[in-house]
Structure formats: C-alpha cells, structure tokens
C-alpha cells in the first residue's frame, strides 16, 4: 500500500504533456498547484477551486477532469495533459485556431479549461452535435464571451473529419 | 481555500482498506471520485486524518448484472455506467437520470456509490436508489452486509454507514417489463443540484414517486391509478422541505404537484 | 482583423498575476474573516497561529492601523475603514487578521488557531430599515452618510398640472460580473527608500492610487504600482483590489520580506466587492398624449459597511442622464446613501446604469398601461429628437450623437418585432405565458472625472476647487529598428486591447497590424498616467484608443518631415501605405518605412529642424466638454453616449415558471466601430451578465447578516445552457467629440437587459414585477394562489422568521421528568449529552462553556460553545441561551424546553431560534436548515439514551426519529 505521511513530501511520478516527470508533493498538495507552483505550467487556471467554474480542467488519462478536485498523489502513472501540450508544431491545433477566428476568448482565462473538455470530446466524439457540445460546456463558466464564440469554435471544428 | 493536512492512502486491495478503515474509524474519509468531499476538504468542512483513495482498487471497478440487479462496483464513475452499453435496456430510469448529475467533468471522476455516500438532499443517485428499492452493500472488517435503500440514507449527509465500514457496491433493480419510468428535474441552471426532482416507476397497477431536493433526503411514496390530486398534494407537504435562499417551501411543493403530476403521466402514457 | 492576443492565451502561455515571477523568498498571505455581520472585536488571541510551523507573522487591525490610516472618500464623514478591521467587523469576510507563512496551506492552517472574541452587535441589513437603526459608525450622525435632493426645471409645477402620474417602488439587488481570475498582490517594501513596489491586478481608476498611497503613509511616488500583461476578467471589478494593495504593503513593511496574496472564490464572493442594492420610488408625470412632463427619483442607496472609494459614485455615474433616452425638462432626484452590514461595493459593469433603469423602463410600460398606450409607442413620443442632438439634458448631459428613432424603426424592421408580435398572439392564444419587453438606454462612457463632486453643494465644490477631465494618455515610439510599439496606461481585461491599437496605429502609418507592438503591462514609476487611466467607463475605444490615435498622427508629422527631406517632397505630400513611405502622386519615388524611423536615432544630426531626435511621442487626450458640475448642479457625466434599444420575446413555464428567452435583439448605436467583431464580442459579454442579473445572479443575505452566495453554485452566473441566441443591429453615428468618432459599448446590456427581460416576464404573466433576480421560486410566489392543503395535519416546518432560522419539535425520553431535568442540570450528564463534547466547564451558575465537535457526515468542526440555563421552572420548564463559534462559523440560539409526564416517559419539547454565519452558511445555504435539525435531533438522541442509561429500546429510537420528522 502507498501511504504517504501528512506533511512529507513524496515522489509523485507521471507524464506531463508526453514528457516523464518525477517530482515531490505533500499528500494535501492540490493538483492545480502542483501543476502551476511546482511544474510551472501556468496555462492550467485556477477559478474556484470547488470544482464549480471549470478554468483548471485537464485530461487525465484522456478524461477531462477538474484539476482542483484532485491531489497531486493521485496522479501517480498517470498521463497529465494540459493546454500546453495542444498547439502542434507548426502552430495552433484545429480547436485553438477556431476559437480565435470565432473570438471564442476575449480574457482568455477560462480558455484552457475549455480546450481540454473540448478536446476530450474531439477525441472520442468528432460528429458530436450542438445539443452535445453545449452540455459538455456547461461545466465551464465564461464571464467575457456569452459563449457565441466558443459554440461557433466547436462547431465549425466537430463533424469536419 | 487549501485542504487540511492528511494522510493519503492508496490501498493495493480491498483489504488493506477495511484495515486502514478499521483502525482509523471516523477520523479517516473513503474517497473515490472526490467530487463532494475534495472541494469540503478544500473549504476545510471536511477535516479528514487520513484519505482513503479506492479508485484503483480492481474489485470495486465492475458493472454486472447479478441476481436482478445492476450492481455497481464502488469505484465504477457515473460517467462509465452512463457509457455502459446494457443500461438504457437494463434500467432506463437510471440512464435518464444520469446525464443530470453534476457535469461532463465531474462525472468522469465522480463516483456511483460516492454520491450514495456523500448523501445530498439534492442528488439524483440517492433518488434514484430510493425509488428502485436498491440495496447498497458494505463491507468491513467485521464482514459484508446488505442494506435496503429505505434503511440506508438516515438523514442529510447521513448513512447507515459505521465508521469502519465502506460502501463496495450499489445494486440497481434491473426495470421489469410491463413497467415504465420517467423523470423531470427543475434546477436553476443546468448542472445544479435539484431544487425539485421527480422520478417514478410503475405497472399497471402501481406508481411509486420519488421526491428529491426537498426533504433531508428522498422521499418515496407507493400509489395505485389513477393518482388523485389528494395523494400527490398530501405527499408534497408530507416531505416537509423548507425555505432556502433558492427556493421556497411553497415553490417545492408546487413542483412536487406539478412536475409531479407530468410524470405520472408520462408513466401512464408509456405504459398505455 | 483576428486578435493578436489569442495565440498566447491559447496556448497557455499568457502570464496572469499569478503566473508572474515571486521572489525566492517572499511569503504567502491568508486572511481570517468576520463570521458576523456586525459585532465589536473584543480581543485577537494570535500566539497559537504565530507559533506554528512556517508562520512568520500574524498581522492584527491594531498593528496594521500602526503603520497605515484610514482610506480617504469622495464623502467626508468619521467613518474610517482601514485594510483590516480595528475594533468592530461591519460584515461578514471583513478581513480581521492575517497570517504570513512560507506557503498557502501553512498560512490557512494558521488561520485556524486565532482565535476572536466577538460580542455581537444586531445586524443592520435592510437599506429601509437602515435609515433609522443604530448607527453603524459611532462617528456619524446615522447611517445615511450623504443626502442631497436636485431640481431641473420645475417638477412640482408639472406633476401639479399633469393629465396623469404613476409611480412605483423598485429593489434593485446585489450582484457581481466575478470575474474567473481573483485578486492578487505582490507587496514589496524598501525600507531603505521607504519606497513600496506592489504588482496587482488592479484595473484603475488610478485616483485610488493617491487613496492606495496615501493609506501607506507615502507620497504617490513611493509607491510604484505595477499591473500585468494580462487579466482574467474585471468588469469594473478589480477596482477593489485596492484595500488589499495597503494590507499586503503593510504586511511586507512589518516582516522586511515581499508577500504574495491571492483571493479564493469564497473570499471573492463574500468579500471583494458588489454591485449597490438600491431602493428607487420613481414618479412620472405624463400628458394626455404620453409624453413624459416630469420625472422624481428617491433613491436610497445601499453602499454596504462603508463609503468604500469611489463610492458614492455609482448614484452619480449616470446623473447627467437620469432622463434616459428621453427628452424630458423637468427632473427632481432625492439621493440617500446609507451604509448597512454588508460587503461595500464598488465599480461593476454598468455602473450605475441598471439601478436607474430598472426602475425607469419598468415606470414606462406602467405608465403606457395606464394611458392605454403601446409600450413602445410611449417611448417613441419620449425619445430625444434627432434635430436637437447634441442634446443638453436636464440634469446636465451633453448627448453627443446619435438618431435615436432611426435606430428604434430600423431595430423593429430589421429585428423582426412583427414576426415575434405574431408569436406572442399565437402563443396566447394557446394559453401560453408569453411576453414581449422593451428597454430603451443611453450608455454613457468615459467618465467626467469631475462627476463624482456633484454630491457636493456648489459651495462646497467652490472651497474644495474644480475636478474635471477625462485625461487619457497614450505613447507611441520607432525603436532604432525601425520598429513601432504602443503604450497605454489602460490594462487590458479582454477587451482586445492590443488588437485595437495595433489597427488604430497601423492605420496610421499604412503598416499591417501585427507589425506593431503593443504593451499593456503598467507601471506608475515608468509609464505615463493620469488619475483618469484604466480600464473603466468604457474609455477604452473612445479615450484610449483615440489618445494612441493622436499621439501616432503626432509622430507621423515628425517622421513626414524626416521622409520629406529624403524623398524631395514637402512634408504635405508625404503619404504611407505597405509599410512604405512615398511620395503622393510618384509611388516609385518610395523609402522603406523603417528606413525613416531609424534615421532619427542613428543619425540625429541629419534630420530636417522641428522632426525632433528620437521618434517617441506622448499624447494626453481631453474633453472639453467634460467640465465640473455648474452652479446649477449640472453635470456633463460622461464624455460619450451610445443609445440601445432592446426588445425580448420571453416564454414561461406554467409549471416551474422557468424563464424561456424566445427572441432578444440589441440594436446599438455606439458611434464608430473600431472593431465589430469585438464590438459584438462586448455586446454578448455584456448582455450574458444582464441575463444573469435579471433571471439568476444574487449576492444574497439571510436576515441576521449572514452571507449566502459564497460557491459558485450559490452564485450563479449563467452558463451556456442558459444563454440564447442574441440578434446584434448596429447604427453608426460617429461621436463629434472623441478622435476616432468611437464610443464604449461594454457595459450597455448590463444597463438594458435586465430590464427588457423584466418587462417581457411582466408582460408574460400579467404581473408587476419590482424587484430581480426573477428566479423560477420567485415568480412562482407571484403566481401562486392560495394552496391547496393537505388533508393530513402538518407539523410547522422550520422557517426563517425575521433573523433567524426557527423550529420545534418533541421526543419522548423513557424517564420521569426530574431524571430529564437532573441532566440537563448536571454540568457533567449535560457534557454527555451535548454533541461531540470534549471538556465542559462550569462558568457560572448554570452558565457552561464547551468545546466540542460538531458535524454532520464528513462535514465536522471544532466549535468553543456556551450554554446558560434561564427562566427555570424544575422540572417543567427552562430557556436555553447559547453560541458556537470555531473556524467554520458561528451560531446563537435560544430555545424554550418544556417538559411533560407521559405514560411513555417524559415529553421533552423544545422551540427554537438559531442563527448561523460564516463559512458554513456561505458555501451551504440549503442545508443549514437540515443541519440545525441533525445536530438538535443528536442532542436528544442522546438525552434519550443518557436518561435511558444507554439501554432506549429499538421502538422508542424509530419513534424518536418519527417525531424529529427524520424517518418516515
């Protein structure tokens, strides 16, 4: 059995965007600022911290979860992928270049969050319809944009393939 | 908002669970998915010494039909058996009520039994329990035993549950034919936990509703056709809710007539 | 053009405050806050935080008041507010302590163990009842810290000679855009310059950087206060960072290390800031043809705990256009602001616009119901004619542009209003609820620097001196590369900022845009500002942008010289385009662009006389139109006014009485538009926070104060499931008095929307509707009649009554009555008795303080609880008086117990009062309810089984749990 004492810090191993990491976190450290304080990945946000607004979801395993609902521990093995890992080599992916030709962003803070639920949903369901779409943004919320631009963004990216 | 300082356990078997379990009681929480207790750990509501991850755990992962019922492992996530391709045969009601709980996202991590256990007034599982008369199964070091949904869920947040017990499985009573379901949901947003929900099941000789959102937990009530309005009104104020900045009392009751009246109907329509 | 922002912010690469850089060695802050609305802060006990581990400071209201004064106001009264609370809290999260540690988790788990001592103090909520309770501050000589009544015109004569008067009362709630990212402060102090240097996420107005300065006892230019590239969001919001910016200076004076502070959602919720709740009684008095003679507002305006700057400013934002979009000459306006026991407020989007319009375009259907006239056939009588614009209002307003009848026919053409008409009638004819709603606004933007002083008296403005302007600035420079860069002293919060003064510059110089570079970062020791920078009063298209417009047409006459010698023209014939300079009418006759630029770095001895060397050029912007307030108390408030018109078909449920928009369309008139695919990026923006306002978002308060919106699942901001599809009209008519023609069009769907959404409900349901949220529960009250009751007897359930939560119930205890009474008498039996007790100890006759804990499923807490026995009656009856207090909150109650012989046992009943505040209350509104309930059946669960020595048989437990209504 794993047990890891309140207070120390223990190895935590996975992967981060493809790339093996090895680092130490307290049993309490929140996954959100294990990624951000200890990994410096800033692209993952942090809005509310009760896993209400969505702004720090990533994927893990490939499911898009809410990185503040989740312990740095529990990531050992697993495979992290946050907005960092998106944008391809020669630039935005098909989903960040969509959100920008929509205006799907204006503050751009709930962003990251809703690229990984979006790309979760590209992955497993690429025909998936408005209905669908929203309801997997419905766990995000937006302040800036009224959502038009991220609808219009997902839309003109699923059912193309 | 930072958790507390605890323990964090991840048990290799269910065994080592129940061990840590017993010798740790009430100062140590089991958590599967997280959803609840991470974001009451968070706001430091929940103050556990030690956290109990069962996620991992291979026994608790199953979805299987098993003497009628769908039993549900304790780490299987709503979000797979919502994916489980028998459940719109097996029991449509729960494949209805599903897609309601919480979000995309939450339902990913956030587990099946977790919900029974954490116990919201508002929650849709521990309606849906209630109503289907499930069972929920517990195991500790002490052994395994089978509680009725009615005996299960004993106050808001509150199980039959002891301190060093854990919920392995939920059992689901597999729909019969000849009857037929349904369920409304009247939330505030989408994703919200219920201000009124109402599910039913029924033949053609019975209904039985199901009220959650109200009262400290599910209320369910057995009826015979055709339901008069007198029933249903003595049932909404029997649940006894009360008012909250979201809701009034009167409101609640209003949509225990209301919606529930749209689903008896539903009910009668399928069955007809 | 697509927005240069995004690739960074969609890649995650963007650098928030957060994100930025800390020093090696800087410390993390936590505060601890009121659990009370209202209560005098007896003593801070901090040695136990102070001595735990990674704890380098507990910093208390008293030592920070050591090295800080109270924030100055707009309002000059004896009301101090300091960065922490002093002697008294006068609101739930008011900060109390705060805790310096090396991270995050320590400095909380510190929290924990200070421990206050509060007497509590009754609770002024009410902004009515306000007005006559205890006062707040004892310096003051009421709540009501500013009154003053206007006049324009003569009102009284026309409501006396009117065909026809309406009037109502509105309730404008308390609300919040909560942006996604939350306050941050990174506070460093130089003792040896006395100098601080804070970065924050602060969105201006700067004049708080002389409140910020002033606070920390230093002269403006010792404190260097610098703001990030990038912003999760403000809507007015981040205004209100500034007490935070003086705690967290202070904190890094007091342990000689910098500190970092970043708020969390409950923080933000209960604490950072709110919209003003605002009573209005707005009376219209209307000729026989329904043109509106005469208005007369009474508004009572709540500010919270304090005069918070620049409050009282939402009251007057919109005083120069209290008349709307309406020509009308005569005006009374009746302005109280009071303070109560809630969290002060501060800039919003909208601010100020949906107080007064709410009531406004509400009066209007009223009165166009009363005439028996079209709602919107009202409006157009009222609307200002197109051949009088600019139109100088009553009350002061310069309204700059616009045709406002145009725009009202081409928004019902083009907008389809027939078509949504014939919805309606189809709808109703089926017996749907359907509903059409109208609101007609002008948007003001760019605020008069100088409107705030109207609350003063023109004596008063005479001694104090005038304060005018709308000053806004603007540099823009070649780098000896060649190369151009912009900067403003406004921060960006997603506006788009740098994609709008790439296009103005690159305009100017015939460039592509994404050759210019644009900085939003600011610093006040290093970039120019002025009192009026930020990002507010959507001043960003009509000030910012054109002051970058002015100071890049300056340097372009410079670098025209410079061209000009190169190329053998005259200056005048010098023309731009393709990122080349040429000569007009000989495009081959041509340099490139740079090439010029350079050349007044690299060779500053060959440029023509008057180029000037090195091409950099500050601009500052003004408005003359933006003058003091006159003697008349006219005032210009803004510099721009756009105009909105809005309309909504609305369906609602006849079940749940949820709120279907159908159709809404917003036409705009916000003169030129810079960028309309922003522009429409505001509208919707703008318009998903209205939405919200109107039919879901309340910062709400239970009546004994205790705050109940502090998760964003108690405060629910809309989300894409509940925003429909918007239909965006646009009118151009180009503003005569900003440089680009431009006017701000942010904020105008937080002013109109909630008021269309409201009238179209209105409409709906045959129902007069004061107040917002509309949320499902409430209309349904509106709608309901008298209910059906239960053919079986009721037992009351818990309801809250005046302050408090109130219950009763009974058990049976299977024990003669003075074995009952004997344990509750028994310091040591009642230790058994009481949940989760620890330690009982006897502190008076009767009196007892318990530490105990408390809890119901996961959720438990450490409590220090007192109880009192009064008013005994052995063994038939006592009082029960007692408090819990422990991180999660606190409780007081009181309840009446009253024994009774059974042939079962005894009969213990028991009524009670509670009333809970804190965390608790904020994150778990509905169930404190639920909660109160299991911790009182726990009491009696174990009264029973300590009086039944342990052994209450099976029978009687189940009949326990009947009558607490627990089981069924």
């Known amino acids: 059995m794993r047990y890891l004492e309140a207070g120390k810090r223990h190895t935590v191993r996975f992967t981060l965007n493809g790339r093996a990491v090895e680092r130490e976190a307290e049993p309490r450290l929140l996954l959100s600022d294990f990624l951000r304080q200890h990994l410096g990945a800033f692209g993952t946000h942090v809005g509310c911290e009760h896993g209400s607004c969505g702004a720090c979801t990533v994927r893990v395993d490939g499911k898009a979860v809410r990185a503040c609902l989740l312990y740095a521990a529990q990531v050992e093995g697993k495979a992290i992928e946050t907005v960092e890992g998106l944008a391809t080599p020669d630039g935005l992916n098909a989903l960040q270049a969509a959100m920008q030709k929509h205006h799907g962003l204006q503050c751009g803070f709930c962003t990251p969050g809703i690229l990984m639920s979006l790309s979760q949903l590209h992955a497993e369901e690429p025909d998936a319809d408005e209905a669908r779409i929203r309801d997997v943004l419905s766990g995000h919320i937006c302040r800036c944009t009224g959502y038009h631009g991220i609808v219009q963004a997902a839309l003109d990216v699923f059912g193309k393939d | 908002m930072k958790p507390a300082a605890f323990d964090y356990a991840c048990p290799d078997n269910l065994d080592e669970a129940l061990a840590l379990l017993a010798d740790r009681g009430d100062r140590a929480r089991v958590c599967a998915g997280g959803q609840s207790l991470g974001a009451m750990m968070n706001m430091r509501l929940a103050t556990p010494d030690v956290l109990i991850d069962i996620a991992g755990l291979r026994e608790l992962q199953a979805i299987a039909v098993v003497d009628g019922a769908i039993e549900v492992g304790a780490a299987v996530t709503q979000d797979a058996l919502l994916r489980w391709p028998e459940l719109v045969v097996r029991q449509p009601l729960l494949a209805r009520m599903l897609p309601w709980i919480g979000h995309y996202q939450t339902r990913q991590r956030g587990t099946v039994c977790g919900s029974l256990a954490h116990a919201d007034p508002s929650s849709e599982l521990p309606l849906a329990l209630a109503l289907l008369r499930g069972e929920v199964v517990l195991r500790s070091q002490r052994g395994r035993r089978v509680v009725a949904a009615a005996d299960f869920q004993t106050g808001m947040m509150a199980t039959a549950t002891a301190d060093d017990e854990m919920i392995v499985a939920a059992r689901f009573p597999v729909a019969q034919a000849g009857t037929a379901s349904a369920f409304h949901e009247v939330a505030q947003r989408h994703g919200d936990f219920a201000i009124v929900a109402v599910a039913a099941v029924g033949d053609k000789h019975a209904i039985r509703l199901g009220v959650g959102g109200v009262a400290d937990m599910p209320g369910v009530i057995d009826l015979t056709w055709p339901v008069a309005d007198a029933a249903l009104n003595d049932f909404a104020w029997a649940l006894g809710g009360a008012d909250d900045q979201h809701a009034t009392a009167r409101y609640r009751r209003e949509l225990v007539r209301r919606i529930g009246r749209r689903v008896i109907e539903e009910v009668g329509d399928a069955l007809s | 053009m697509q927005r240069v922002e995004d690739p960074t912010l969609l890649r995650g690469l963007a650098r928030f405050a957060d994100d930025l850089p800390t020093p090696p060695h800087a410390c993390h802050a936590a505060f601890l806050r009121s659990p009370l609305a209202h209560g005098e802060i007896r003593a801070v006990d901090t040695a136990a935080a102070k001595a735990m581990p990674g704890v380098l400071a507990v910093i208390t209201g008293a030592e920070l008041a050591a090295h800080s004064t109270p924030f100055i106001t707009g309002v000059k009264v004896d009301a101090p507010q300091y960065a922490l609370a002093i002697d008294r809290v006068r609101y739930v999260g008011e900060p109390v302590a705060m805790v310096l540690a090396q991270d995050r988790y320590l400095a909380e788990d510190a929290l924990e163990a200070i421990v206050v001592d509060y007497l509590p103090l009754t609770p002024v909520m009410d902004p009515v009842m306000a007005v006559a309770a205890e006062k707040l501050h004892p310096g003051t000589a009421g709540n009501v810290l500013h009154e003053r009544d206007f006049r324009y015109g003569d009102p009284e004569g026309a409501f006396a000679t009117a065909a026809h008067r309406v009037e109502a009362t509105y309730h404008y709630p308390r609300n919040s855009c909560t942006p996604m990212e939350c306050f941050c402060v990174i506070a460093d102090y130089d003792p040896g310059s006395e100098a601080f240097e804070i970065t924050a996420n602060f969105q201006g107005p700067y004049t708080l950087h002389t409140v910020m300065a002033r606070s920390l006892k230093v002269p403006g230019n010792r404190l260097r206060l610098k703001t990030p590239p990038y912003s999760g969001g403000s809507y007015g919001v981040k205004q209100a960072v500034f007490p935070y910016v003086v705690a967290l200076g202070v904190a890094a004076r007091i342990v000689g290390r910098p500190v970092k502070w970043l708020e969390d959602r409950l923080e933000h919720l209960t604490a950072a800031t709110s919209s003003t709740n605002r009573v209005t009684t707005l009376k219209a008095a209307l000729d026989a043809e329904g043109r509106i003679l005469a208005l007369n507002y009474d508004q009572l305006e709540d500010c919270g705990a304090f005069l918070r700057a620049p409050e009282p400013a939402t009251i007057y934002r919109m005083h120069g256009n209290m008349t709307g979009a309406y020509a009308i000459e005569n ?248 990122g080349r300079i040429f000569a007009r009418g000989n495009p081959d006759n041509s340099l490139p662009l740079g090439r010029s630029a350079a050349k007044a770095h690299w060779s500053p001895l060959s440029i023509p006389d008057g180029a000037g060397a090195g091409l950099r050029e500050t601009a500052f912007w003004n408005m003359p139109e933006l003058a003091e307030p006159d003697e008349g108390d006219r005032i210009n408030s803004s510099g721009t006014y756009g105009f909105i018109f809005d309309f909504c078909g609305v369906e609602v449920d006849p079940d749940t009485f949820a709120v279907r928009i159908d ?84 904020e105008g769907n937080c002013m109109s929307t909630p008021v269309c959404i409201a009238n179209a409900v209105s409409d709906a349901l045959g129902r007069e509707l004061t107040s917002l949220p509309l949320t499902r529960s409430r209309l349904a009250e509106l709608m309901l009649g008298e209910e059906p009751a239960s053919t079986v007897p009721q037992i009351p359930a818990p309801a809250i009554d005046g302050h408090a939560l109130q219950g009763q119930g009974s058990t049976i205890v299977p024990a003669p009555a003075k074995d009952v009474w004997a344990i509750l008498l028994d310091a040591e039996k009642l230790a058994a008795v009481i949940p989760g007790c620890h330690a009982l100890t006897i502190t008076g006759e009767n009196a007892y303080r318990a530490d105990v804990t408390l809890g119901i499923g996961p959720v438990k807490g450490r409590f220090v609880a007192t109880v009192a026995l009064q008013d005994l009656d052995p063994p038939h009856a006592l009082r029960l008086i007692g408090g819990a207090a422990g991180p999660l909150g606190r409780s007081q109650g009181e309840g009446r117990v009253t024994l009774s012989e059974t042939p079962e046992g005894t009969r213990v009943a028991y009524t009670y009062t509670v009333t809970i505040s804190g965390k608790v209350a904020a994150v778990g509104g509905r169930m404190m309810d639920g909660a109160a309930r299991a911790l009182i059946n726990q009491f009696f669960k174990r009264l029973v089984s300590q009086a039944g020595d342990g052994d209450a048989s099976p029978g009687l437990f189940a009949r326990l749990l009947t009558w607490l209504g627990l089981a069924k």
């Open chain 3, 331 to 578: 005006l009374a306006i009746h302005n109280r602001v009071v303070v109560t026991n809630k969290t002060p407020t501060g800039l919003m989007r909208g601010f100020g616009g949906p107080q007064i319009y709410f009531p406004l375009e509400r009066l209007l259907d009223k009165a166009a119901a009363k005439l028996g006239l079209d709602p919107l056939e009202l409006r157009r009588r009222n609307l200002v004619p197109t051949d009088a614009m600019p139109y100088r209002t009553a009350p002061g307003a310069l309204l700059d542009s616009g045709d406002y009848a145009r725009s009202m026919e081409r928004a019902v053409s083009e907008g389809g209003l027939a078509e949504l008409q014939a919805r309606r009638d189809a709808a109703r004819a089926e017996g749907r609820l359907y509903g059409i709603g109208y609101a007609v606004v002008v948007e003001p933007s760019i605020s008069n620097m100088g409107y705030i002083t109207t609350l003063l008296s023109p004596e008063q403005r005479e001694r104090s001196g005038p304060k005018n302007g709308a000053l806004a600035t603007a540099t823009v420079a070649f780098d000896p590369s060649g190369a151009i860069s912009v900067a403003v002293s406004s921060v960006p919060q997603g506006q788009g900022h740098r994609t709008v003064l790439a296009q103005v510059v690159a305009d100017v110089f015939g460039m592509d845009p994404t050759e210019v570079a644009v900085s939003t970062e600011h610093d006040t020791a290093k970039d120019p500002w002025t009192i009026a920078s930020g990002n507010y009063s959507s001043r960003f298209a009509g000030a910012v942008a054109g002051a970058s417009h002015t100071a890049a047409m300056q340097l372009r006459e410079r670098l025209s010289l410079i061209a000009a010698a190169d190329l053998n023209v005259p200056p005048e014939d010098v023309a731009y385009g393709n």
């Open chain 3, 663 to 746: 159709s809404y369309v917003t036409m705009h008139d916000a003169g030129r538009l810079l960028n309309p695919m922003l522009a429409n990026g505001q509208i919707r923006g703008g318009f998903a926070q209205g939405l919200g306002a109107a039919l879901l978002e309340e910062l709400s308060y239970a009546p004994d104060g205790g705050f109940q919106a502090g998760t964003l699942a108690d405060y629910l901001a809309p989300t894409v499931m509940e925003i429909p599809e918007l239909t965006i009209l646009h009118d151009q008519s180009p503003s005569p008095f900003t440089p680009l023609g431009a006017k701000g069009l942010g």
